[in-house]
């Protein structure tokens, strides 16, 4: 079970306050709300990408006491992010990429998410950003994590790919019984795909 | 109903497209003059009979003829000869003393940028302090340390002139530091170490390699400053910058090649140590390499 207990977290000020939210194994949880509701700092948190002001998150019962390099639990969660172009060095190819996290499975993953040969000697320059999210998908497969956080990967996409992407997963999830925090605008693509939808509200004005 | 014809614009040499130029074009002549010079400046010294100091009054301040393709100097000492040696030596100070900076800078900026916090504080404050000191005088305090000699002019000059090299490294890595791709990285179980050899330090070699470049000819232009001030090579020794102070005298009596040899020498090698690194730095730029189909 991944859990964040009264998170509250933020950069210069808290961009969320006192947040509690869980995913379950095999479950998924959509979170929406509107820009700048904290979604992708909670997720960040979540991730154990950045350190919150307060709370704490718990992986399958264990308490986490520190965050980013000084996370042990980290590969235990998988992340992909909104913006594909971004979350790949630029320098390397989608082979590179996908092995990055040190396994030797590369073929098996791009296959997992329809990737060619061909394809996987490109830079990131040199496809499109569908093909990019899915070389993502198989690195944040690559560990096979506990836990699949999503923040807003589909905004880059279109409707077949984003499609696609959801299928792999989703058979990931039968697979591993791991737990997805899938973050998303579109509501129609969360009520198909998420068990349960947690909506964050709009956060006040200062 | 009015006839509505279409006639394509003129193109103006302003708007018409040029097709880009083959990287080749900076490559050859950049490659064939750093390969002549180093030619020269390695073969040449094999011939003990060509002396660069020796002097021969009878033949001073003589234009450059077929005996002297530079000329001579105001003691009858062959320009030629001492381009040479003057190269040889000017290229290893600025070479060496710009690849000990450039190492020295980018091991300061990438721990200060990938650490950050106090650590990154200390060490910048630190490197503001040594900036806030003019660095001609702190390289004179170096070498009246260590004694005038060649080692001691291309340490003061590394010890000197680092920071600019760790600046723009760590505000580089500082930048790298916040993108996906380095979250991504470190969710996928990579050490801070694995991060900064993987990803920090390949993204801002094309950053160092371009102040290592410029480094270069500051470096000569500096080892002239402490010669100039009797604390780098003896005024004897050839190098660029003691032959273009000694020439300054000269030009007041039309002595123009005296200065014009050594200067152009320093300008030529120089572009075509940034012509060099250029193709290289295009090299390392993954969107460029695709590009280049060489």
Redesign the interface.
Known sequence: MLTGLGITAGYQAPVITDVSLTVHPGQTVGLAGPSGSGKSTLARVLALLHKPFAGTVEIDGETVTGFRFRAAQRTRIGVLFQQPRLSVDPRFTLRQAIAEPGGDRVGELADLVMLTDDLLGRRPHEVSDGQLQRACLARALALNPRYLICDEMTTMLDASTTAALVGVIRAYQRESGAGVLAISHDTTLLTRWADETVRLSAPLPR | MADLTWRSAPRSRLTAASPPRSPKWRLLPSAIVLGVVALVVLVVPLFAELNEQYVDLAIANQPPSTAHLFGTDELGRDVLLRCVYALRVSLTVGVVAAVISAVAGTAVGALAGSIGGWFDRILMRVVDAIASVPHLLLGIVIVAILRPSLSAVIISIALTHWLTAARIVRSEVLSLRT???I??????????TQVLT??LL??VAPQVLLATTLMVPHAVWHETALSFLGLGLPPHAASIGNMINDAQRSLLIGGWWMSLAPGLLLIITTLAVSGLSGVWRDRLN??RR?ELTW
């Open positions: 993108r996906p791709f979250d991504a990285a470190i969710a996928g179980g990579a050490s801070r993987r990803h390949p993204n993954p969107k695709t």
